[in-house]
């Protein structure tokens, strides 16, 4: 199926440094949406982006919709043992009918 | 806690059979979204169902169905399993039609024989 490509694949960093994620496709969006992925659970809303260039923060964390509307940008800063996790973006496509299609995923490993 | 709720939490079962995987979407919503999970791979989009009515088709195999019913609680109905249907199945409720943020249960985990 139809999937965004978000890079980097995986990531081990030591507790207390910024993290950065990103997710491009070759389709507009209209909208983007970040998620949290836990061992065995379902995804969590992290942050929508509804404009392009729009730039939105939830704590630590920030997302940016790309001014071309094909790209998106997920940083966490200070990052802590608890932030482990799959980290997926999302891109709401309207194509006649609405379709959400999402990344390939981060997963994330913090080192204490 | 999301507010959507699924079950079973985990389901085993063989090859050839049909499933029944019941989500209830969060009080006031009123979009339905099923999503597969391969393990160690992204979301796979399902189908989605908006106030009873079917809304949108992604990839969904034509041994799978599902429907919405009045109290808007969703069901997903895969028959003549195979074995690369094991996955986590999720559900996810979101207010309106699209174009908006979903909320997503806790998943059933489906094993298949």
Aim: net charge neutral; with cysteine; glycine share 10%.
């Amino acid at each position: 199926g139809q999937q965004l490509n978000q890079s980097p694949q995986s990531m081990f960093i030591q507790e207390g440094e910024d993290v950065s994620m990103n997710c491009t496709s070759s389709s507009i969006f209209n909208t983007w949406l970040w998620y949290k992925q836990d061992p065995g659970e379902g995804p969590v809303l992290l942050i929508a982006l509804y404009k392009a260039g729009e730039l939105t923060s939830n704590g630590r964390l920030t997302a940016q919709f790309g001014i071309t509307r094909k790209d998106s940008f997920l940083n966490i800063s200070a990052s802590i043992p608890s932030d482990v996790g799959i980290y997926f973006c999302a891109g709401l496509l309207r194509s006649g009918t609405y379709k959400y299609i999402f990344g390939t995923g981060t997963r994330l490993k913090v080192l204490a | 806690d999301s507010g959507v709720t699924q079950t079973p939490k985990h389901l085993i079962t063989a090859t050839g059979q049909r499933v029944t995987l019941r989500c209830s979407p969060r009080s006031g919503d009123l979009s339905v979204y099923w999503y597969q999970q391969s393990l160690d791979q992204g979301l796979q989009f399902l189908i989605q169902y908006y106030n009873g009515e079917e809304r949108a088709k992604g990839n969904i195999l034509e041994r799978f169905s599902a429907q919405q019913f009045p109290d808007l609680h969703s069901e997903l109905n895969l028959s003549s399993l195979e074995l690369g249907d094991s996955a986590l199945y999720f559900c996810a409720s979101s207010p309106r039609t699209g174009g908006d943020e979903q909320y997503f249960g806790p998943g059933t985990r489906l094993t298949v024989t």
